[in-house]
């Protein structure tokens, strides 16, 4: 079964301060995608980043960078300069062996304080 | 473009009654998800569709049925509902089997179930 890990359950970070989140997962497969989305207290699940795992560059997405461990398998998320509109739950994603599910990690709180 | 609309956004049940969730997207995708939020767990799959007329069990079936009838519309049931339903449930959908950079899962905006 896949399984995707979040070890950190609450996070907190200043504004415009820098915080990574970290992802774990299992897979056997040696092409894939990753998935990072938010949920604000709107509850609405947005998109953050994507990683293709053929590609060895780390995607970025503005303010949102990921890097990409292929051999450890982890998939962890870096906001820099945070604002106060980050403040959310993100959660890593990633599909199972035939592609036709997400799997989503249990998710970790971020507080950005002023 | 509506996306994915999910109806009702909130609703109270007591123990036993049932009722039914109503997805509608209108971007001519495949597949449809079921998912349900929980506190600590993240979001986990009920039932998903990859085609009209067809559905799947997911991670956590138990106590839910689906159906998909037409394209744009996958509908979640619950017969008997329980108070461990209580729960916040989105609807997803996205064009193709393959999940690529294009190909990404587009949610709706949720709806939250509390079963007394």
């Known amino acids: 079964a896949q399984t995707v890990t979040q070890s950190q359950p609450e996070m907190s970070v200043q504004e415009a301060e820098t915080v990574t989140l970290s992802c774990t997962y299992d897979t056997s497969e040696s092409n894939y995608y990753l998935f990072w989305y938010k949920q604000p207290p709107s509850r609405q699940m947005i998109l953050v980043i994507r990683q293709e795992a053929y590609k060895q560059q780390n995607a970025t997405e503005n303010r949102f960078s990921v890097n990409f461990q292929k051999a450890a398998k982890s998939f962890s998320l870096k906001i820099s300069d945070s604002q106060l509109g980050d403040t959310a739950m993100y959660f890593c994603?990633?599909?199972?062996?035939?592609?036709?599910?997400?799997?989503f990690g249990g998710g970790t709180r971020l507080m950005v304080k002023p | 473009n509506a996306g994915v609309t999910q109806t009702p956004k909130f609703r109270v049940l007591k123990t036993g009654q049932s009722m039914t969730l109503l997805c509608a997207q209108d971007?001519?995708?495949?597949?449809m998800y079921w998912y349900r939020q929980d506190p600590g767990m993240g979001l986990r799959l009920i039932h998903y569709?990859?085609?009209?007329?067809?559905?799947a069990k997911g991670e956590v079936p138990d106590g839910y049925n689906v159906s998909r009838l037409k394209k744009q519309n996958f509908l979640l049931g619950l017969e008997s509902a329980a108070p461990s339903q209580t729960s916040v449930y989105f609807c997803?959908?996205?064009?193709?089997?393959?999940?690529?950079?294009?190909?990404?899962?587009?949610f709706g905006a949720g709806s939250r179930l509390t079963v007394l």
């Open positions: 994603a990633f599909p199972n062996n035939a592609g036709n599910m997400l799997t």
């Open positions: 971007m001519n995708h495949e597949y």
């Open positions: 569709s990859v085609g009209e007329g067809t559905t």
């Open positions: 997803a959908s996205r064009g193709d089997r393959a999940y690529s950079g294009a190909n990404v899962l587009t």
